[in-house]
Nanobody
Framework: QLQMVESGGGSVQAGGSLRLSCTAS???????MGWFRQAPGQEREGVAC????????YYRDSVKGRFTISRDNAKNTLYLQLDSLKPEDTAMYYC???????????????????WGQGTQVTVSS
């Protein structure tokens, strides 16, 4: 069973940056990977995901140009660079993995196979 641990969350002021990391317990070569987030009282939403081949990415419209997803398969690690943060980015961020998943699996209602425990991102104005 693939296990994942997120890190890098924290509290920043608007306009600041954070880098989230997600390290898996085993090889992620066969997994499309992605980040979801959920704010209190709101529905969970897909933020960004990357194909298992590493060649295609998806971003939700509200984070395009500000967030960058990447992966390092040699380190079994997924990253999310968060720049120009806004208060509305405040949420718990979850790392996910979907075996042989589509590059945009996080864009709709598909629920990925594996989830991390989450890391909190708080952006103050």
């Amino acid at each position: 069973q693939l296990q994942m641990v997120e890190s890098g969350g924290g509290s920043v002021q608007a306009g600041g940056s954070l880098r989230l990391s997600c390290t898996a317990s085993e090889s992620i070569d066969e997994y499309s990977m992605g980040w979801f987030r959920q704010a209190p009282g709101q529905e969970r939403e897909g933020v960004a995901c990357i194909h298992w081949g590493g060649d295609r990415t998806y971003y939700r419209d509200s984070v395009k140009g500000r967030f960058t997803i990447s992966r390092d398969n040699a380190k079994n690690t997924l990253y999310l660079q968060l720049d120009s943060l806004k208060p509305e980015d405040t949420a718990m961020y979850y790392c996910t993995a979907d075996r042989w998943g589509l590059y945009d699996y996080c864009s709709g209602i598909w629920s990925p196979d594996h989830w991390g425990q989450g890391t909190q991102v708080t952006v103050s104005s």
